[in-house]
């Protein structure tokens, strides 16, 4: 626990000592807030929905900009090597860079509560709905960063896991899209469905709290950590 600890506050330290953090939770605030708010006073409505349905989509971009350095970039600076050599299971390091990943984009998310606190002094919006929403973006989040950080540990060019951790996560964040199921047979439909991440996002986000939808992100988070790990395990023996 320490050595991942070690590793946690190293990986978030990192992500603060270039212009690049700084920017991104700027662009994102700013982003978010135009497209949510140039349909909030046109809808006349106290309500988040509008912002968490944006969340899927912007996360696609953001998030595989903040993993593709995850292991692209050791690899770059060549201490990806020394990484490896260090008396550390590949499991720590891997959950070490994941939660530094993770708490940037809590600390992110902590700049949009501005939009809450706005709606709400606007009108009387649903607080279960906002609750819901926030923590289902932590839970879409984290499959995204468990995904993106994957893909980063197979390259060691930045522009090639930002570009394959866009792909991947947008096929999972389709795959149970009614457009995409309306061409596979019957039997695979649930399945499918059941496999999307938009769908469990979607469920969350009405404020209902789902243990199915949790197990569901857990799956897929320790599936991709657990890729990740042997993605580090199988580059010692290269």
Not at 34 to 51: G, H, K
Not at 96 to 124: E, M, Q, R, Y
């Amino acid at each position: 626990m320490k050595e991942m600890i070690t590793i946690f506050f190293k990986e978030l330290k990192s992500y603060f000592v270039s212009p690049i953090a700084y920017i991104f939770i700027i662009v994102y605030i700013v982003l978010t807030n135009f497209l949510f708010f140039q349909t909030f006073f046109v809808n006349n409505q106290a309500e988040m929905r509008s912002y968490f349905e944006l969340l899927p989509y912007i996360f696609l971009i953001f998030i595989p900009a903040i993993t593709m350095r995850s292991w692209a970039e050791e690899k770059r600076n060549r201490t990806f090597e020394l990484l490896l050599t260090l008396p550390l299971k590949d499991m720590t390091i891997v959950a070490g860079k994941f939660f530094a990943a993770l708490a940037f984009l809590g600390i992110t998310l902590l700049f949009s509560l501005t939009v809450p606190i706005t709606v709400t002094i606007l009108g009387n919006p649903d607080v279960g709905v906002i609750i819901g929403g926030y923590f289902g973006a932590i839970m879409l989040g984290a499959a995204y960063i468990s995904i993106g950080m994957w893909v980063s540990s197979l390259t060691e060019n930045q522009i090639i896991a930002l570009i394959g951790g866009v792909v991947l996560i947008f096929l999972f964040l389709i795959i149970g899209h009614p457009l995409v199921v309306y061409f596979v047979p019957n039997e695979l439909v649930n399945i499918l469905t059941y496999i999307g991440l938009a769908g469990h996002f979607e469920s969350i986000c009405r404020g209902v709290i789902d243990s199915r939808d949790i197990i569901y992100y857990c799956s897929v988070i320790a599936f991709f950590l657990f890729l990740n790990a042997e993605s580090l395990e199988s580059r010692k023996w290269e």
